[in-house]
């Protein structure tokens, strides 16, 4: 039944991506077989920010691979961290599905200080020495045109990078050189 379900939705997605709306397939947290979170915190919406980081996990290609990388970081997130949920609002698999964490309107646990005012999308792999493949960065920038046409995202957001607020590498070199030159980019997060 989840499987058929799953197919359904994968199909419908793709009926909307050909009339016209730019959302790209979003399994959600059923259908990749993630658990509900302990609590939930809502953001306001439209959100001003937008994060990018990368897992720093091995990469997936397939749904059954990219799903249990998914469960991975949950588990490691809730079960072992401790915390209500998955960070990420948003993971982007090699196999060019995106895969809900806390979804739109959630608050995640991807970047101290910015959980509350920005969307987490982190890309599955690391992208330290290399792109992530064509299929993921199509995703992404999708899921922002998709954010911004449904009212989730402001019209005006700014796309940073993790590295840019706090200290860490991610999301790698290569996929920071990457969006800088995406639209929305901006070198100076307030």
Sequence with gaps: MQKSCG???IFLNTLLSVFGAECPNIL??????????????????PVQNVIVTHSVTSEC????????IVENIRAGHMDVNGWDDIGFNFLIGGDGNVYEGTGWHRIGA???????KSI?????GDFSKKLPNQQQ???????LKCGVTKGELA????LIAQRQVIATASPGLRLYQ?????????????
């Design 155 to 158: 019209t005006r957001y700014k």
């Design 120 to 124: 987490g999308i982190c890309f599955i």
């Design 7 to 9: 197919i359904i939705i």
């Design 137 to 143: 960065l199509e995703a992404a920038k999708n899921l």
């Design 178 to 190: 990457e969006i800088q030159r995406w639209d929305h980019w901006t070198s100076s997060p307030s």
């Design 28 to 45: 959600t947290r059923y259908m990749w077989g993630g658990l509900p979170a302990k609590s939930v915190e809502y953001m306001t919406i």
């Design 61 to 68: 290609k397939t749904v059954i691979d990219c799903a249990e």
């Design 110 to 116: 991807h970047t101290i200080g910015w959980n509350s």
